[in-house]
């Protein structure tokens, strides 16, 4: 008879010769594909902690000290940049101006790009040349930013293409980069030609995803072309309209490069944005304390933003089950 001691280490015998199992303590299969999964994420790995961790630490650290970018000794203030930053009123009027471009940056790109999208996506045939016009309408986005902004501030200059055109009607001049009326302005125009191409992109590749008994559907019940898209198409497309949306706000916030080459933040501080005041304050005035400041203020704003905007996903937001 076998007894229970010997039946029991037969079976581990037997287990150890499975084919494809390791034996136990030896080093198996899913520990060398690890291995290997973290090779190949160290690289990755190694330029976030060295390119963004290792700045964000060192902004931080920066916000808390009086630290001028030449000459003049560091000293510990504390929370004095906050303060400093948060009681300005220039401050708090170059947050008046990113809200401002934000909330008509944001609406323009989406509804520039989805009305794009649905031109040029799968179910609207009548458009022709569409493989050439989304290669046009996605070459701003791939275009450098400052060459772009140089050649926007020639069409907009007193002589440029725009005022040339203005004439044509009647219509005087514009100051578009002098005026504190058109200077934002100037810039969401420009930022939604250089933005839009992305999400128009995103929004076609979803909408050839969509299938046509979903619309036939909607045809059968009686739905015309504007109810199947409110309907079918928006519900459908929201994952990426919600991630579009997101990105495009991360972004927005972010605006830097526009606003320097174009007004350099005028007339005033008309067109100053927060990323231009951080460079202001950081290089210009050489305190890099204040500088840090600002920018982990525009961290946290652009976190509450976010937010916020996967708190109202469960609302609008439709997946798939």
């Not at 929201?238 to 007004?263: C, D, E, K, N, R």
């Not at 067109?271 to 050489?286: C, D, K, M």
């Not at 525009?298 to 109202?312: D, K, N, P, R």
């Amino acid at each position: 008879m076998t007894t229970k001691t010997e039946t029991l280490n037969g079976a581990r015998a037997r287990t150890r010769l499975l084919p494809g199992r390791p034996a136990p303590g030896r080093p198996g299969r899913l520990n060398h594909d690890t291995r290997n999964a973290w090779g190949f994420l160290s690289f990755n790995l190694t330029g976030f902690t060295l390119f963004t961790l290792v700045p964000i630490g060192l902004a931080i650290y920066v916000s808390f000290f009086n630290w001028p970018l030449e000459g003049g000794r560091t000293s510990f203030v504390g929370l004095g940049n906050y303060h400093d930053v948060l009681s300005s009123y220039g401050f708090w009027r170059v947050v008046l101006n990113v809200l401002y471009f934000v909330g008509t940056y944001v609406p323009l790109n989406l509804i520039v790009s989805l009305t794009l999208a649905s031109l040029l996506g799968p179910r609207i045939r009548a458009v022709k040349g569409k493989a050439l016009l989304r290669v046009l309408f996605f070459l701003p986005v791939v275009t450098p930013l400052v060459a772009s902004s140089l050649i926007w501030s020639l069409m907009y200059a007193p002589t440029g293409i725009f005022n040339k055109v203005l004439s044509w009607v009647g219509i005087g001049p514009v100051n578009w980069l002098g005026s504190t009326t058109w200077a934002m302005p100037s810039i969401i125009i420009m930022s939604v030609w250089l933005g839009f191409g992305y999400n128009m992109i995103l929004f076609i590749a979803g909408l050839t995803n969509i299938p046509d008994s979903m619309y036939e559907a909607a045809a059968i019940d009686g739905a015309g072309p504007f109810r199947q898209f409110f309907k079918v198409t928006l519900p459908l497309l929201s994952p990426l309209v919600f991630f579009g949306t997101l990105m495009t706000l991360i972004t927005s916030f972010q605006v830097f490069t526009q606003a320097y080459i174009l007004t350099s933040g005028g007339p005033g501080n008309a067109s100053t944005t927060l990323v231009l005041a951080l460079y202001q304050q950081a290089f210009q005035f050489f305190r890099l304390g204040a500088g840090s400041a600002i920018a982990i203020l525009l961290a946290l704003m652009i976190l509450v933003v976010t937010g916020i905007m996967f708190m109202l996903q469960r609302r609008f937001v439709h997946y798939e089950r």
